[in-house]
């Protein structure tokens, strides 16, 4: 691509239903806006600048039903909040598990959910587990360009919906596993599903999993050029049992049967440090961590027969990492295993919550951590304008107890000029006539600062509660938020002097977990925390969330009244603390004193809350 006058990419979803990639040079179509959608079946318009391939524009041509659909292709797919919340990180491990062993029933029934909760995350993974696991697709390109045109603001159609479920059924009855053999048997000529490969690990994620994505497509030769991808197998769509509109629909919630102990492993759970603590001196959290890898999440039933894994007798010697990564059954694993079972039925019910909590966490950091490590990444420009106070509501796809300090953390993906220039004048349009001061940066995969916390809710509740009593430019913020679970709101911001370095991946695999590169929960060390307070500078000119009186708005029902009164007087029993502290000598960091200038505000809040108790 000439670096001044670039090619960009059309990724084009046709009257066919065949998805087509080509180059062309800049025109008008590359001004569109980046979530004009219209009409119901067709029509979208969207463009991306992921790297390296600058700029991809996806178009959509609207056509009838495929053949064979019982619904009309126009149908748009609205789910609704699922009636329960369960871990996405446990879900999708529950899908590739289910994968692996072909267990068709749970594949299915755990992407059906995805869909319903958070069909991005599921968009991303599903082209991972297609190569990871089995094999490349026949619907990859389509699943690349939905994935790519859902994060713009596409809405998927029925029978889109129901074509994503049918390839997790087909690849899941698959009996083959993807071969990588250097230009072998490669199906050269296969230039959509080439460019699909290439998209995909444009748009980010796990290092692995954007390397083989390169190396399915070929890679690239020393002078730039992508060559010619080896591919090999292809699996055609309704190769597996037929998918129906039902199995779709029971995606609202996970059936008990379909949730595998399998999938709560060191991913996405602490069962790893559960167990080492239940293991004492005979097995080390590294070597328990192997041995989960080795016999329970890494076994696929594409490299011969997934059984029962039998000590030898004797017991070897080696109980090394590596030696129980080639086969070799430890001693200790019976018992181990015996005790994992358990531990991962509770990983199952720990993550289930009814989404209408106010404190019903859905990601496993934010259990049982320290208060004030847990971090949220956000993708910029939004993650800087949160911390220099311009920006009040977040919009995410879980649910939290986090009430107090959240830390801030840039992802990899660095915002084009007209993303910036746009979220600027969305905020100088809200706020006219304040005095706002945008950063002169927006740093990736940095720490920024941190927020104070004051509503973490489902975003029907943020609508039918709070929205009614805070101030009318709240009322225009929140328009601006794409279509989430729920909704932070922040009360206080703070940012760092100076942003350091921090990379997501990096850090949540130290401690042998995996997360995607978008919005994300995770828990922060001490030390980092630590250092972070110390260079942090409280914002005078934040914008700030006003509230009504309760009573000039719809009164919320006794149980969210009471959620709130138990929230503010955990927060007032850490301010006392706090306030304490201080007297005694203690030098606080800026962001507890933050809390403490937030006392009255607090105490005026439960005033309120106390009194609408009183008269139900």
Known sequence: MNATNPEVLYAVWGADHQVT????????????????????????????????VNRVVFVRVAAAAPPGLARSDTAKWQPTNPSERLSIQLVKSNMQKAI???????AVASAAYLLWADSLAFLRRLPVLCLEDVAAHQSLPQVVWLMGATELGYGLLQSEALMLVQVVADICAWPNRLKLTPRVGGLEENKQLRWACILRAAYGGMAGDIARFQRVAGGRSDSGQWLAPHIGHVVPLGSGAPVSMQQLEAGQTLAAEHRLTIAAD?????????????????AEAPEIMSAIWAFRSAPNIRDGPVGEFVVSDPPPEDNSQAAI?????????????????????????????????VAS???????????????????????????????????????????????????GRAPTLEQIRNAQSEISRIHPSANLQFPQSYPTNALLGCIEVSHWVPTNEFSQTLLPRADPSVAVEAELLASTASVVVASDASRLLLAFSLDMSVEVNARGLKAEMHSMLWALNKPTVSR?????????????????SSSEAAAPDQAQLVK??????????????LVQKQADGVQLQINQLTKIESQAAMEAELSEVLQLLATM
């Open 266 to 282: 060191f991913h996405c759970t602490d069962v790893v440090d559960q167990l080492a603590e239940l293991m004492g001196a005979e």
């Open 532 to 548: 972070a307070e110390k260079g942090l500078q409280k914002h005078t000119h934040q914008l700030q969330v006003s509230w009504s």
């Open 564 to 577: 709130r009164q138990k929230g503010l007087q955990k927060k007032l029993r850490q301010v006392a603390e």
């Open 21 to 52: 990639f080509q180059w062309e040079r800049p025109s008008a179509a590359v001004e569109w806006s980046a979530s004009a959608v219209q009409g119901a079946g067709g029509d979208f318009r969207g463009i991306r600048e992921p790297q390296p």
């Open 325 to 357: 990564r080639s086969g070799v059954v430890p001693r200790w694993w019976p018992r181990a295993e015996a005790m994992l079972e358990p531990l991962c039925e509770a990983s199952w019910n720990k993550s289930n919550r009814k989404l209408t909590a």
């Open 361 to 411: 966490p859905t990601n496993q950091f934010s259990q049982n951590k320290l208060p004030g490590t847990m971090c949220l990444t956000l993708h910029q420009p939004a993650a800087s304008l949160l911390v220099h106070g311009l920006s009040r509501l977040v919009g995410v796809n879980f649910m939290s107890d986090c009430c107090s300090t959240l830390w801030i953390h840039a992802s």
């Open 100 to 106: 692996r062993r072909n267990l068709s029933p749970a």
